[in-house]
C-alpha cells in the first residue's frame, strides 16, 4: 500500500510518499481500503515534534488521525460491520494519510450516505470535537448565547452548525470574507475579529467556544455571563481569570467514540449538518499541511488516497 511517512520531526517536507507492506488487524480491528483521510492540526503539531513529550511515537509513524473508505478485512471478533461496508472514523492519533489503514470497531461508524468519501473523511475529529465542546462539556441549552471563535475553520464550522442545531443564539469570529459562509452554516451574529474586538462587541454570553487559546482565549472571560462556560480543546483556561470572573472553566482532548460518530452521521444524512472539504492528493500532503499551518481556512482539508 502507498503510505506517507516521517523519519524525523520536522514540517511538510519530512513526509515521504512509500511503498510499504499493508497493516494487519488485529483482534476487534478491521482494515480499511482509505478513500480519504482528513487533515488537521494536530496532524502539524505531532509532525513537528511539539507533541513529543505527551505523544512518543517509533520513528517511521505515518500521520493522520481520521479516514473515511470500506471494510477489506475483519479481525478476530469483529461484530457490527461487515466486508464492503463503507465507515468513517477518528481511528487513533497517527496512520491515516495511507491507502489502508487499521481501525478498532469501537472507533467506526458507517458513513453517511448523503456524504461523498472525500467529505467523509473529513468530518469524525473536527465534528466529534465540537460536539462534545457543546454537548457535554458545555451542556449547550436552547435560546442559549453561544460564541465560537475560529468559526470559519475545520471545528467552528461544524460547531456553527451543531450549536444551532441544539437550538443556540449563535456568534461567530472569523474574517469578514468567511461571513456569507457562516450565515449559510447559520451563525446568527458575524464578528470579523480583525476590524474590532470581538468583547466591543458582544457581551452577555453562556458559552464560549475557544478554538484559538492565547490572548483570544484570555479575552474571552470578560464576554461571559457569571456562571458561564468557557470550553476550549486548545488550552487550559486561566484559573484566577475564571475564579475572578465566575466561570467554568473547561479544557478537553476529543474522545474517539463510534457510537457518538453515528449519531453525528445520522444529523449529516437529515440535513442538519454540512461539510465543506478542499481536496489534495496524497502525493501533495505537504501542500495540505502547509494550508492548515496557514490558520486562514474555510472549511476542512482533505487528501485523496486514491491519487
Ligand atoms: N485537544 C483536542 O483534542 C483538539 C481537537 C480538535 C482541535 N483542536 C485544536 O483546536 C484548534 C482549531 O482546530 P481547527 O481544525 O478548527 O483549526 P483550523 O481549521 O485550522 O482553523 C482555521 C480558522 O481559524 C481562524 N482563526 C485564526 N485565528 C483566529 C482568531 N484570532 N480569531 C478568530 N478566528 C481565527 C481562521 O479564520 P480567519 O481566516 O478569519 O482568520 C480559520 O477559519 C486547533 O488548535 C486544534 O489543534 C484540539
Not at 511515537?57 to 471494510?71: I, N, S, W
Not at 461571513?179 to 457581551?203: M, P, W
Not at 475564571?242 to 479544557?251: K, M
Not at 481536496?279 to 487528501?303: E, M, Q, T
Amino acid at each position: 500500500m502507498k503510505a506517507l511517512r516521517v523519519y524525523e520531526y520536522g514540517g511538510s517536507a519530512a513526509l515521504r510518499l512509500e511503498e510499504v507492506a499493508d497493516p494487519v488487524a488485529g483482534a476487534g480491528e478491521v482494515l480499511i481500503q482509505v478513500a480519504a483521510a482528513g487533515v488537521n492540526p494536530i496532524d502539524w503539531k505531532i509532525l513537528s515534534g511539539a507533541m513529543q513529550a505527551f505523544i512518543p511515537l517509533p520513528m517511521p509513524f505515518t500521520p493522520g488521525v481520521e479516514v473515511a473508505g470500506t471494510v477489506i478485512a475483519k479481525g478476530d471478533g469483529v461484530t457490527g460491520f461487515s466486508l464492503g461496508d463503507e465507515v468513517f472514523g477518528f481511528i487513533n492519533i497517527v496512520g491515516g494519510y495511507a491507502s489502508k489503514a487499521v481501525a478498532p470497531v469501537e472507533k467506526l461508524a458507517l458513513k453517511p450516505r448523503s456524504l461523498s468519501a472525500l467529505q467523509a473523511g473529513a468530518v469524525p475529529a473536527s465534528a466529534l470535537t465540537a460536539w462534545q465542546a457543546l454537548t457535554e462539556h458545555a451542556g449547550v441549552q436552547r435560546r442559549q448565547k453561544v460564541l465560537i471563535h475560529a468559526a470559519a475553520g475545520g471545528v467552528g464550522s461544524m460547531a456553527v452548525q451543531i450549536a444551532r442545531y441544539l437550538g443556540a443564539e449563535v456568534y461567530a469570529t472569523a474574517s469578514a470574507h468567511h461571513h456569507a459562509y457562516l450565515k449559510a452554516l447559520g451563525a446568527n451574529h458575524t464578528i470579523d475579529y480583525t476590524a474590532q474586538a470581538f468583547e466591543e462587541q458582544v457581551s452577555g454570553m453562556d458559552v464560549v467556544l475557544d478554538l484559538v487559546g492565547g490572548e483570544t482565549q484570555k479575552r474571552s472571560f470578560a464576554v461571559l455571563k457569571r456562571n458561564g462556560v468557557l470550553v476550549s480543546p486548545v488550552s487550559a483556561p486561566n484559573m484566577t481569570l475564571a475564579n475572578d470572573y465566575g466561570i467554568t472553566p473547561v479544557h478537553f482532548a476529543t474522545r474517539s467514540d463510534g457510537r457518538q460518530l453515528s449519531l453525528i452521521a445520522g444529523l449529516f444524512d437529515k440535513g442538519h449538518l454540512t461539510v465543506e472539504v478542499e481536496a489534495y492528493p496524497l502525493s501533495d500532503a505537504a501542500a495540505a499541511i502547509d494550508k492548515s499551518l496557514g490558520r486562514h481556512l474555510h472549511g476542512r482539508l482533505v487528501l485523496d488516497t486514491t491519487r
